[in-house]
């Protein structure tokens, strides 16, 4: 299984960007997807988390602004982000857990992309 991230950019304050988290390999079931970011000197943040089926969760910062969602037809998990703000810059990962019939559940991290907002 792999994960990639994708979608990430420099865009204006007050732009949206969406990310999109692929699950790719034979068999695979998409369980949960997490955002996190990370900017230097700082510690990772969770920024938004959703299980299948079930529930979302938001970071407080982002909430109102951001929304996670998961299709399964396609793997994909997406972080749909609108009115950005400066602070919203950072490099964005995702983290999922996958199931597959030879390997069961396991979670996986995709390489990060960088989401820049800023005039």
């Known amino acids: 299984v792999q994960l990639q991230a994708s979608g990430g950019g420099l865009v204006q304050p007050g732009g949206s960007l969406t990310l999109s988290c692929v699950a790719s390999?034979?068999?695979?079931?998409?369980?949960?997807v997490a955002w996190y970011r990370h900017t230097p000197g700082s510690e990772r943040e969770l920024v938004a988390e959703?299980?299948?089926?079930?529930?979302?969760t938001y970071a407080d910062s982002v909430k109102g602004r951001f929304t996670i969602s998961l299709d399964n037809d396609k793997n994909t998990g997406y972080l749909r982000m609108n009115n950005l703000k400066p602070e919203d810059t950072a490099q964005y990962s995702c983290?999922?857990?996958?199931?597959?019939?030879?390997?069961?559940?396991?979670?996986?991290w995709g390489k990060g992309t960088l989401v820049t907002v800023s005039s």
């Open positions: 983290n999922a857990n996958v199931y597959t019939r030879s390997t069961g559940s396991v979670y996986y």
């Open positions: 390999g034979r068999g695979v079931l998409v369980n949960t």
């Open positions: 959703i299980v299948r089926g079930r529930s979302t």
